[in-house]
């Protein structure tokens, strides 16, 4: 199965491909329960949104989980995702310090780069809480030291989830 352009459709029983007037907050149900083959090329903020609620599975962790997942230069599927349990509430420099090696450890054994996803998983989460809005804020900030490229950072609770934006994560 393809789209109109030829690019694979990762076939959940979930259609990805809502109108551009729909809201992307909420999940219909079934609410894809894998990630996208590896290849597949995403384009749009739902598709990647898709692909990090499809990673976290239907089955969240009692504790907040960071999902680390990566795109080529072609925005295509990189068979790789790093789960990082156990956080804290607030971001501190012990968790913050590990997730920074991790990830520039696999972006350096990737010199022709690659776009880094992240899903910030809790059961109650998915929306714009206060812990979300603090790792996103932490994360942009250590993405930007690095010189990281991260195109999407979305929360995903059990039956929600929402991109996350700079501009709502400041205030």
Do not use: N
Request: glycine share 10%; charged share 20%; hydrophobic share 40%.
């Amino acid at each position: 199965m393809t789209h109109d352009d030829a690019r694979p459709i990762h076939d959940t029983g979930y259609d990805a491909r809502l109108p551009a007037t729909q809201s992307t907050d909420l999940l219909t149900r079934p609410r894809p329960e894998v990630p996208c083959q590896p290849g597949t090329t995403l384009i749009t903020g739902r598709e990647v949104l898709d692909h990090l609620v499809g990673l976290v599975g239907p089955r969240l962790s009692s504790s907040p989980v960071l999902w680390f997942t990566f795109l080529d230069g072609a925005r295509q599927v990189v068979p790789l995702a790093i789960p990082f349990d156990g956080l804290p509430g607030l971001p501190s420099s012990g968790p913050v310090a590990e997730i920074v090696d991790v990830v520039s450890t696999v972006l350096a054994q990737h010199p022709d780069g690659l776009i880094v996803l992240v899903a910030i998983s809790r059961p109650s989460g998915g929306g714009l809480g206060a812990f979300e809005k603090r790792w996103a804020r932490a994360l942009w900030k250590v993405a930007d030291d690095a010189g990281w490229t991260v195109d999407l950072v979305a929360a995903v609770g059990s039956d929600r989830a929402v991109p996350l934006d700079r501009a709502s994560c400041d205030r």
